[in-house]
Nanobody
Framework: QVQLVESGGGLVQAGGSLRLSCAASGRTFSNYNMGWFRQAPGKEREFVAVISKSGARVVVANSAKDRFTISRDNAKNTVYLQMNSLKPEDTAVYYC???????????????WGQGTQVTVSS
């Protein structure tokens, strides 16, 4: 089992920044690819970014490219999502997830955190 706990969400004005963190415990963190997803009210959970086990490979959703950066620190068992130039449409609950596979499909992830709310005001 892998336990994931997100933090860093909050209320920010449009154009502002937030950094989300996801701390992992349980099994060896570096054995897992890590993804960030988000879900707005009434919408399906959508892919934001994924990073490979070593951090060498990254994929970011088109909606987040040039604004969001995913990174990880395997020594700290933590994955991060740096979000800049935030827009009201970025408002959602953000989740981190872990899996052995490298995928943008939320259905492919075995382990999920509880989520952290991000609200961007206009």
């Amino acid at each position: 089992q892998v336990q994931l706990v997100e933090s860093g969400g909050g209320l920010v004005q449009a154009g502002g920044s937030l950094r989300l963190s996801c701390a992992a415990s349980g099994r060896t963190f570096s054995n897992y690819n890590m993804g960030w997803f988000r879900q707005a009210p009434g919408k399906e959970r959508e892919f934001v970014a994924v990073i490979s086990k070593s951090g060498a490979r990254v994929v970011v959703a088109n909606s987040a490219k040039d604004r969001f950066t995913i990174s990880r620190d395997n020594a700290k068992n933590t994955v991060y999502l740096q979000m800049n130039s935030l827009k009201p449409e970025d408002t959602a609950v953000y989740y981190c997830a872990a899996d052995n596979s490298f995928t943008t499909n939320p259905g492919g992830y075995d382990y999920w955190g509880q989520g952290t709310q991000v609200t961007v005001s206009s």
